[in-house]
C-alpha cells in the first residue's frame, strides 16, 4: 500500500441552493478543490462520486455532470451506501491511489435535498423507504403497522429509538442532548459553508423548542441541506511533482456493516436489540486505529469530525470510536471537553446536525477533518495543535460506519 | 396471493428540480420565442441549451456570454417513430410516422433533439413552431418544422 495525502479539498456553500441543479453544485466543489489544491483539471487521473440513492431524482446523475467537472475521458466510479456514501466515497478515493491504480484521484460526494416537491428531505427519505416497503409487500405485510417502525421516519424515525436506547443505557438525560445540539450551532455560526448557524446559542434555547418525538426537540434535528464536498488525493510521488505544500495524511481507514438495526423490517426479528451498540462503529474505528498505528485513540487523536445528524449520536459515537468509555460521554459534555476550545474538540465544524447534506456529510467530515491538520479550517480552527484526527460516517441501513485517520505526517513517520 | 398495490399511506412523494439560473433564463426567454445558448469567451464553443461549465473546456460561462440565436437550424440525423406509448403501458401505431431529429442551430455548436414537422431529409433547414398561448416555459416550443 502507498503512501496516499490529501492535497485539496472543496466545499459548496451548503444550505438551500435553489439558485443551481445538481450538476452546477458538484462543479461548484469540485472546482474549489481543484483550485485549492493548486493543480489542473489534467492532473486528475480518476473520479470517485456518490450520493444517497435516488435522493436527487436522477438514478445516475454522474452521467449527467461528467462534464462539468472535467470527468470526460477519465476513469470514473459512483457509490451508494446510503448515509455513509460521503464516507464510503472517500475510502473509495484513497484506495484508488493506495493501490497504484492511479496517482492523482479525486473524490466528491453531494445531495440536493430541495429537489423534492414536499418538506425537507421527505421525497428522497421515502424513495429509499420505499425500496424496504417492497420487501415488506413480498410478505404482504399491513401498510399501517408501517406506521410504528422506525422505518417510517428512515433515519430519524430510528434514531429516535436510539436515542431512547441510549439513554437507558448511558443514564444521560435530554438536558445533555440540548447542550450538544446548542454547541453544534455555536460552531456553525463561525463556519461559513454552514446550513443551521446560531451563534451564542444556549441549552436552554434548545429546550425551548418543542418535542417532536420523544426524546428528540425540534432543536435537536438536522436540516435538510443541498451540498457537495470533496477531495483530491495523491501519491507521495504525485505531491512532490505538483509542489504540493500543505497536506493532510490518510492513516488508516476501515468500513465495517453492523447486522441490519432496522427493527426487524420485515417484523423477522434482527439479532440487533439496542440500537445504541453500533457494533459497525466499534470494528471500523479499532481496525482504522490499527492500520494507522493509533494505540490510544483517546490521547493520540487530536480532535474528530462524527457524523451526527442528531446529539445523541454524536455523545453515542464519540463512545465507539474509543475516546470516552461506554455510557460516559456525557459527562465530557458537562465539562465542555467537546467544545471547540476544549481538549477533545468534537465536530469544530458545527457537524452533520447543522449541515446535512447527506451525501456530501460523510465527505464532509474527512474535508473538515483534513481542514484541520493543514491549519485552514478559519474560524472554526480549534486552538490546539492537531496531529491525527477523525472522520467518521454512519449510513447504510443506519449499521454501517466509515473511519477515516488523518495526520499531519504519513504512518510510521 | 399477490400484493400489487398500496394505499393510504399518509405522505406523497414528488420531485421539483431545480434547473438552475442559466436554464431558467433559457425557459423565461420562450416567452419572447427567443432561444438562448451559451457562448464560451475561452474556447468559442455554443451550447444550446446555455450552461455555466463549458462541456468543451470546462471554463466558467457567465450570464454575459449567454446569446441569442435566430432559431433556424440544420437537420444533422434523424429517425422515424411508428407507434407512441398510451400512458397506460401500451401502444398506439401511429397513421403517419414521426420525424426526431438531431438539429444544429445556427450559431450553435452543440445539437439539440426535436421532433420534426414536414419532408425532413439530412440537411434540411428547420425553424422552430411554438405553441398559440407561449407562457416561458418548456412546453413552448412544440417542434420544429421544415423551411419551405
Ligand atoms: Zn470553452
Not at chain 1, 161 to 186: L, N, P, T, W
Request: glycine share 10%; net charge negative; proline share 4%.
Amino acid at each position: 500500500m502507498r503512501r496516499v495525502a490529501i492535497i485539496g479539498c472543496g466545499q459548496s456553500k451548503h444550505g438551500r441552493r435553489t439558485d443551481v441543479n445538481q450538476a452546477e453544485l458538484v462543479a461548484e466543489a469540485v472546482w474549489a478543490a481543484i483550485e485549492d489544491a493548486n493543480i489542473g483539471p489534467e492532473d486528475i487521473e480518476a473520479y470517485a462520486v456518490g450520493n444517497m440513492q435516488g435522493f436527487g431524482g436522477i438514478c445516475q446523475p454522474d452521467l449527467v455532470f461528467a462534464d462539468y467537472i472535467a470527468a470526460g475521458g477519465k476513469a470514473m466510479q459512483r457509490v451508494a451506501t446510503g448515509g455513509t456514501v460521503g464516507g464510503s466515497t472517500a475510502h473509495l478515493g484513497y484506495y484508488e491511489v493506495a493501490s497504484g491504480m492511479y496517482d492523482v484521484v479525486l473524490a466528491v460526494s453531494w445531495e440536493k435535498h430541495t429537489d423534492s416537491a414536499e418538506p425537507g428531505a421527505t421525497t428522497g427519505l421515502l424513495h429509499v423507504a420505499f425500496a424496504n416497503l417492497s420487501y415488506m409487500m413480498k410478505i404482504g405485510m399491513d401498510m399501517r403497522s408501517f406506521a410504528i417502525m422506525g422505518l417510517a421516519g428512515a433515519a430519524a424515525g430510528i434514531s429516535a429509538y436510539q436515542a431512547a436506547f441510549y439513554m437507558a443505557r448511558s443514564g444521560c438525560r435530554i438536558e445533555h442532548f440540548d447542550m450538544v445540539a446548542a454547541k453544534a450551532r455555536r460552531n456553525a455560526a463561525k463556519n461559513k459553508y454552514a446550513h443551521l448557524k446560531w451563534p451564542n446559542c444556549t441549552p436552554e434555547d434548545i429546550a425551548k423548542t418543542e418535542m417532536l418525538i420523544w426524546p428528540m426537540r425540534f432543536g435537536h434535528v438536522c436540516p435538510a441541506s443541498d451540498g457537495a464536498s470533496c477531495v483530491i488525493y495523491a501519491n507521495e510521488d504525485a505531491v512532490r511533482r505538483l509542489g504540493v505544500k500543505e497536506v493532510a495524511w490518510v492513516k488508516g481507514v476501515a468500513a465495517y456493516a453492523d447486522e441490519e438495526a432496522d427493527q426487524g423490517e420485515s417484523y423477522q426479528g434482527t439479532a440487533v436489540v439496542d440500537y445504541s451498540d453500533q457494533t459497525g462503529a466499534i470494528l471500523s474505528a479499532k481496525k482504522a486505529y490499527e492500520r494507522a498505528g493509533i494505540k490510544d485513540p483517546r490521547k493520540e487523536i487530536d480532535m474528530a469530525e462524527i457524523y451526527a445528524p442528531f446529539p445523541h449520536q454524536e455523545l453515542m459515537f464519540s463512545e465507539r470510536l474509543g475516546f470516552f468509555d461506554d455510557g460516559t460521554a456525557w459527562k465530557a459534555v458537562e465539562e465542555g471537553v467537546t467544545e471547540i476550545d476544549g481538549d477533545f474538540p468534537i465536530c469544530p465544524s458545527g457537524g452533520v446536525n447543522t449541515t446535512n447534506a447527506i451525501g456530501s456529510s460523510g465527505m464532509q467530515r474527512v474535508v473538515e477533518a483534513a481542514l484541520q491538520i493543514m491549519g485552514k479550517a478559519e474560524d472554526h480552527q480549534v486552538p490546539k495543535d492537531v496531529r491525527n484526527a477523525v472522520a467518521h460516517a454512519w449510513g447504510g441501513q443506519v449499521q454501517f460506519n466509515t473511519v477515516m485517520v488523518l495526520g499531519d505526517r504519513p504512518k510510521g513517520w | 396471493m399477490g400484493v400489487d398495490r398500496y394505499s393510504g399511506l399518509p405522505f406523497v412523494a414528488r420531485f421539483r428540480w431545480n434547473v438552475g439560473k442559466t436554464m431558467e433564463k433559457f425557459y423565461r426567454s420562450f416567452a419572447e420565442k427567443k432561444i438562448l445558448a451559451a457562448r464560451c469567451e475561452k474556447c468559442g464553443y455554443t451550447v444550446v441549451p446555455p450552461r455555466q461549465i463549458c462541456p468543451k473546456c470546462y471554463s466558467t460561462i457567465s450570464e454575459e456570454n449567454l446569446v441569442e440565436l435566430s432559431g433556424k437550424g440544420v437537420v444533422e440525423s434523424l429517425t422515424e417513430v411508428a407507434f407512441k406509448l398510451d400512458g397506460k403501458g401500451g401502444y398506439i401505431w401511429l397513421e403517419k410516422p414521426e420525424l426526431l431529429a438531431a438539429i444544429r442551430l445556427e450559431g450553435a455548436s452543440s445539437t439539440i433533439f426535436a421532433r420534426v414537422e414536414g419532408e425532413a431529409k439530412v440537411g434540411s433547414e428547420v425553424e422552430p413552431v411554438w405553441a398559440e398561448k407561449i407562457e416561458g416555459k418548456p412546453s413552448d416550443l412544440i417542434s420544429f418544422k421544415v423551411v419551405e
